[in-house]
């Protein structure tokens, strides 16, 4: 049974260009969460999708956008990409927004 | 504004003895309170939970205690093994919700030999 998978591990950037992170979620789950992991930090909630919809959002700007796909995996994409968005970004899958989550290893982004 | 506050960056802990990590947080609204473990280049992976209506919640070596009054959580874990050497993040949520979790900065436990 396979986790939560996020592809890539690893991805460098410059700034002002436009990233994309994927990750396809735990077999029968349904909701994904993504989070930013910034250096000595705890991850930040991004934002929730669930049924193909953003169902909540944290304290993120409009640059910070998703999608889920009918499969249930789902994609980030942050756009105008700034030194601060360089992070570990993790997605979460669950069962309902109310399931335990199990995250995926993570997406380290680098901005240059 | 950090909801959610581990003030010990770092915890050393002799193999055997008892591993305490705390935690704090502000919003009276948290009612769902979660434990994760996070090794390098792995994810955070569940350990323990603990709702509000409960103020202690034990599975194994780990015990979870909750002091809803003082807004504070902590983990211990007995006897502490040099496999639990990890990076721990408290969370917290609303609703019970599993995956909207607002996560500490983190506590990185050594359990020496």
């Known amino acids: 049974d396979a986790g939560v998978t996020q592809s890539p591990t690893h991805l460098i950037k410059t700034r002002g260009q436009q990233v994309t992170l994927r990750c396809s979620p735990k077999?029968?789950?349904?909701?994904v969460s993504w989070y930013q992991q910034a250096l000595g930090q705890g991850p930040q909630f991004i934002f929730q999708?669930?049924?193909?919809?953003?169902?909540q959002r944290g304290n993120f700007p409009d640059r910070f956008s998703g999608h889920q796909f009918p499969n249930y995996s789902s994609e980030l994409n942050v756009n105008a990409l700034l030194l601060g968005d360089s992070a570990l970004y993790l997605c979460?899958?669950?069962?309902?927004?109310?399931?335990?989550?199990?995250f995926g290893q993570g997406t380290r982004l680098t901005v240059v | 504004d950090q909801q959610v506050k581990q003030n010990s960056p770092s915890l050393s802990v002799q193999e055997g003895r008892i591993s305490i990590l705390n935690c704090d947080y502000t919003n009276s609204m948290f009612d769902y309170f979660l434990w994760y473990k996070k090794y390098p280049a792995e994810g955070p992976t569940f350990l323990i939970s603990i709702s509000s209506i409960k103020d202690k919640n034990e599975d194994g070596r780990f015990t979870v205690f909750l002091n809803k009054s003082a807004k504070h959580l902590s983990l211990h874990i007995v006897p502490s093994q040099p496999g639990d050497s990890a990076v721990y993040f408290c969370?917290?949520?609303?609703?019970?919700?599993?995956?909207?979790?607002?996560f500490g900065g983190g506590t990185r436990l050594m359990v020496k030999p």
């Open positions: 077999s029968g789950h349904d909701t």
């Open positions: 999708y669930y049924e193909e919809e953003e169902r």
């Open positions: 979460a899958s669950s069962l309902g927004w109310r399931g335990q989550a199990f």
């Open positions: 969370a917290a949520s609303v609703n019970n919700a599993g995956n909207m979790l607002t």
